[in-house]
């Protein structure tokens, strides 16, 4: 008998790489002539980011920059700030060829050390962190059907995914921002905090609709005032992706990052700092994936010959559910010694762990709040504080086989003082998550039946009797006697192929 394997294409995700690279940071510097002499360092902020980045048959290229601010306290006493920026290259080898692959990187700062030399000169050592994802479309054929008599097929439809493909586009903000009537003219920029996050995305015919928010919390000194003044913005944004193949039936990952921010005084005619001017540039990426269950055969033997069965684990992932919400998080904390009032406080997001249970999502992390105030003497003081958080989302689902990599960021940062030793912080968070839902099986890629090897029965017997257990597949024992599941099953009076309980069943020797 001529045999006939009718074959699928099925599509995943393959990863080639996943490492993670560091990148030192061993530098020193001088503050220009226009900054005060340091009497005591505050903090020392990095934030990295990529700047661009490519592949080379086995080699992986990133440039990137990070933004060092150095915040201080002059010999005057006076809040003071200086900005510099590191420059990076780094070239990484890998052991596959990736050119034609997607490449995600994402970035953070692993440590930051700095001390004071001089009062004028630096020192800074510290690292960076880059995860480095490469991946591809890869194509594998399963057999979904076998045209031979003698051939048991166990059948089966499986909610397979095809990953549509992944997408990246930067786009452009440049935004005048203004401040409110009332505050004092702009002499310099203490601090800058961004962030990017993506509050919804619509798939249309070919194209990803994006929209999301830009946050910018600017603490500049003001002119004839000792007192920072706080400058806190929303910029909305959206911006169109096209990816080829996507509909509306399609689930999309998108994520924003902030790749590169300048923001300066804006100077007016009249020659005062009234707002400030921001120039930024935001990388948005999306992963797609498009839903359609398959019929597989996912085990076959031969009743009545020699077969030789190939089965490759194919893992199919398919995003379950989009979560973009805003978090609040609150709490009282106490503080070591009794102060008089805060001058500055900003918040930084600590790495995050999810767990999955009871149908529950669980986002554990704690926000490093961040604090200068002033002490009963005037004298200015740094102060950190971690508060922990728990996001819970109910996913209701089933939370077998589901991960999710969570992107938080800060959106603002309040706070009110309850008492001359503690505080109370109130820290609004965006977070944005797609949860992932894993199927791995084992598939048949490749079979074949040996016709002129017929396998050994005792053909003296029609039926041999079969002790089962309860919870036993009638597919196992069928395979295990070389025999038909519909036979077992028509014999012995059966509705449903797992047992209930245990029995005594005829199976025929075919």
């Known amino acids: 008998m001529e045999e006939k394997a009718l074959k699928t294409s099925v599509y995943v995700n393959e990863n080639l790489v996943n490492e993670l690279l560091e990148v030192p940071i061993d530098v020193d510097f001088t503050l220009p002539d226009y900054c005060g002499d340091i009497s005591k360092i505050f903090k020392c902020k990095a934030v990295p980011r990529i700047l661009s980045k490519a592949v080379n048959s086995k080699s992986i290229i990133i440039d990137g920059v990070v933004c060092i601010t150095l915040i201080y306290c002059d010999k005057e006493g006076k809040l003071s700030s200086f900005e510099y920026q590191y420059p990076f290259n780094k070239t990484a080898d890998v052991s596959v060829d990736i050119s034609s692959a997607n490449l995600c990187c994402k970035i953070k700062t692993e440590y930051i050390n700095c001390r004071a030399v001089t009062g004028r000169k630096v020192d800074i050592h510290g690292a960076v962190g880059i995860t480095v994802k490469a991946f591809k479309r890869k194509c594998t054929d399963i057999i979904s059907d076998f045209d031979d008599d003698s051939v048991e097929l166990k059948r089966g439809v499986t909610p397979a995914t095809v990953p549509m ?13 203004r401040i409110s009537q009332g505050k004092p003219l ?10 990017a996050s993506v509050k919804e995305t619509k798939v249309i ?6 929209k999301g928010d830009m946050t910018v919390n600017i603490l500049y000194c003001g002119e004839e005032t000792d007192t920072p003044q706080c400058i806190k913005t929303v910029i909305p944004f959206s911006q169109i992706i096209d990816i080829i193949g996507i509909t509306d039936e399609c689930k999309c990952e998108t994520k924003a ?26 990388l948005l990426s999306s992963n797609s994936y498009c839903g359609n269950d398959i019929a597989v055969i996912t085990d ?30 609150k709490k009282t ?28 999502m669980t986002v554990s992390s704690s926000v490093l709040a961040c604090m200068i105030v002033l002490n009963e003497e005037g004298n200015a003081q740094y102060l950190e504080k971690p508060i922990e958080f728990e996001y819970t989302y109910k996913t209701e689902i089933d939370t ?29 968070l965006s977070i944005n998550a797609s949860v992932y839902e894993k199927n791995e099986i084992m598939l048949i890629s490749e079979m074949t ?30 395979r295990k006697y070389n025999s038909s599941v519909d036979e077992i099953m028509n014999i012995n009076n059966l509705e449903a192929d797992i047992l209930q309980k245990s029995k005594m069943l005829l199976v025929p020797m075919l």
């Open 186 to 195: 702009v002499k310099s920029i203490l601090r800058c905090d961004t962030a």
């Open 205 to 210: 015919n070919g194209k990803a609709v994006v």
């Open 400 to 428: 077998s086989g589901l991960y999710c990599e969570p992107q938080i960021e800060i959106i603002s940062a309040s706070y009110t003082i309850v008492s001359a030793n503690s505080v109370e912080i109130v820290c609004e």
């Open 165 to 177: 493909g992944y997408a990246e586009k930067y786009l452009i903000i440049e935004e005048d921002i």
């Open 300 to 329: 076959a033997f031969s009743k009545k010959y020699s077969a030789d069965i190939k089965k490759d684990k194919v893992c199919f992932e398919k995003i379950a559910i989009n979560i973009n919400e805003n978090y609040t998080c």
């Open 333 to 360: 904390v106490n503080l070591d010694n009794d102060i008089t009032s805060m001058v500055d406080l900003w918040c930084s997001v600590m790495p995050s762990t999810t767990k999955f249970e009871n149908g529950d």
């Open 257 to 282: 990052e902030i790749s590169f921010c300048e923001i300066k005084p804006k100077m007016s005619v009249s020659g005062e700092n009234k707002g400030f001017t921001l120039n930024a540039k935001i």
């Open 449 to 478: 039946v040996n016709h002129e090897k017929p396998i050994q029965k005792n053909t003296d017997i029609a039926l041999t009797v079969y002790f089962a257990n309860e919870g036993e597949d009638i597919w196992d024992i069928a």
